[in-house]
């Protein structure tokens, strides 16, 4: 059973019109060090809450630090509960403790994880020992899984039938929201989301200089069933983060298209 707690956390969570959700995640320096556009951890975040995200994930030492600008925006707090390091990718290890994101007025929390790893069994044991003491917090849990472990191809990461076993994993162990990548279009990604029965939003990936195209990912996951978007580097790592968030909520919360998105919000 859900208990309330959990409703009225994930009722604050996710965009009642549109019933999707803008997450932007700034839980990168532990994974993959202190990257352009992070470095001023304050600033950043500053400018991302600037276009009301409904969420912003982060670690704990950056929401005990900066949670009045949260506060001020109205912008949903969910705190990481794990990272890898760039010597070992493919292994999440868990370094907070859910009734720490309680203390800090989390909204949710979320965890990282690989399938295809040696290591996989590890990490599924504890999406599902979170997701217990989430039900006892009344706590949603997020997962981010990717089919990225070592035992796995890189060519093999985007596979469809590997990202909808990563999805549905996380799902039968008791995740209430899925980020996961793209799959490349909008009818193999409506494959992932009708397997998973719990939302699916995807992941933004590495940084790029073609906002078009990202965009453009963004819509064609919206068309393929997404419940929206937890993305990092190309929001922060974008000369506008502002007006990035702003383009996202366009087109997740809006149905937008590119077109008017690029063109309102002078991204060319």
């Not at 030492?61 to 600008?69: E, T």
């Not at 978007?229 to 909520?249: E, F």
Request: glycine share 8%; charged share 25%; hydrophobic share 40%.
């Amino acid at each position: 059973m859900t208990s309330s707690g959990k409703e009225i956390r994930l009722s604050r969570l996710i965009d009642k019109t549109s019933r999707r959700v803008v997450i932007i995640t700034m839980d990168h320096a532990i994974a993959h060090g202190v990257l352009p556009g992070i470095k001023n951890a304050r600033e950043t975040i500053q400018k991302i809450v600037a276009g009301k995200p409904n969420a912003l994930t982060i670690h704990k030492g950056l929401a005990s630090k900066y949670y009045p600008l949260l506060i001020e925006s109205g912008t949903c707090l969910i705190c990481k509960l794990s990272g890898f390091s760039p010597y070992n990718p493919s292994y999440d290890t868990q370094f907070t403790e859910v009734k720490e994101a309680v203390k800090l007025g989390a909204d949710a929390v979320a965890y990282g994880a690989s399938v295809g790893d040696t290591r996989q069994d590890e990490m599924l044991k504890t999406i599902g020992h979170l997701a217990k003491e989430c039900e006892e917090y009344g706590m949603p849990l997020t997962v981010h899984i990717y089919p990225k472990g070592n035992l796995i191809k890189k060519e093999d990461y985007y596979k469809v039938e590997n990202i909808m076993y990563a999805a549905r994993a996380a799902a039968e162990l008791g995740a209430d929201i899925v980020k996961t990548w793209y799959t490349g279009s909008p009818e193999t990604f409506r494959q992932v989301v009708e397997a998973c029965p719990v939302p699916v939003v995807i992941a933004g990936g590495p940084h790029t200089e073609n906002v078009r195209q990202f965009l453009s990912m963004v819509k064609g996951a919206i068309e393929g069933g997404a419940s929206g978007v937890a993305i990092g580097r190309n929001v922060w790592g974008h000369r506008d983060p502002t007006s990035m968030v702003k383009a996202l909520k366009m087109i997740v919360h809006e149905n937008k298209s590119v077109d008017e998105v690029m063109s309102m919000l002078a991204l060319e």
